[in-house]
């Protein structure tokens, strides 16, 4: 009798191990629920300082705008809680990607200070998305798919398992900044790594498939 039991026993942690390996780490449940777990960490975080919550080790975030024929890059590196949390906005040229400006920039007490009038020219919105947009496994499930893919870490030139997702949603804190109607809908993706040593992605909005607004942000580790 004690041995049909623990014959059961050991068929049912068979059939458990067997159902987690054969998770699809390639379907589109997979990886709205690893995505939207892991964005949902920092989509929103109006202060940008209470990122060091989610990395105590730091972070950097990172903006590009197409503004004509040039891209609008603003980088920020905080390493330090309680520190002014420095960084860049240049201007490049998109075809040449020349620098044709460049100011600094900080972000101190909860505001952006600005080395001068032409950097906040430069920089309009004065803000990141991740500051205003709310993302979520949710809101993803919900939204039309366009396309996804994944990556292999044998394949993929930075060793990890990466994906990509992009979709047709509704967003009006893009299309603001975008400066397009809000309620249109935009082509919005989503860049990530499964099973990375840290928190790296890259979210994206198109319209008229061009590229016109990216944000990533990388958590920095020790």
């Not at 490049?92 to 920039?105: A, F, G, P, R, V």
């Not at 909860?110 to 004065?126: C, D, H, R, S, T």
């Not at 993803?140 to 979709?167: C, I, M, V, W």
């Amino acid at each position: 009798m004690k041995l049909k039991k623990w014959s059961w026993i050991g068929l049912l942690m068979l059939c458990v191990t067997l159902l987690v390996g054969c998770v699809d780490h390639t379907s589109r449940g997979y990886l709205e629920e690893l995505s939207g777990k892991e964005l949902s960490r920092v989509y929103p975080t109006e202060n940008i300082e209470d990122l060091f919550e989610q990395f105590p080790n730091g972070f950097t975030v990172s903006q590009m705008r197409v503004v004509g024929d040039s891209n609008v890059f603003v980088y920020l590196e905080a390493r330090e809680k309680g520190k002014p949390i420095v960084g860049t906005i240049k201007q490049l040229n998109s075809k040449t990607k020349e620098e044709e400006k460049s100011q600094t920039i900080q972000y101190v007490d909860g505001k952006f200070v600005f080395e001068n009038e032409e950097a906040k020219k430069l920089w309009p919105q004065g803000k990141f998305l991740f500051q205003e947009l709310q993302l979520n496994q949710e809101m993803l499930r919900k939204a039309k798919l366009h396309s996804k893919q994944y990556t292999n870490r044998e394949e993929s030139p930075t060793g990890d398992n990466s994906f990509y997702l992009e979709y047709s949603i509704q967003l009006p804190v893009v299309n603001r900044i975008m400066g397009i109607d809000e309620s249109q809908p935009i082509d919005f993706s989503i860049f990530g790594h499964d099973e990375s040593k840290g928190f790296v992605y890259e979210i994206g909005a198109q319209q008229d498939n061009i590229t016109t607004l990216w944000e990533m942000i990388r958590e920095i580790r020790k």
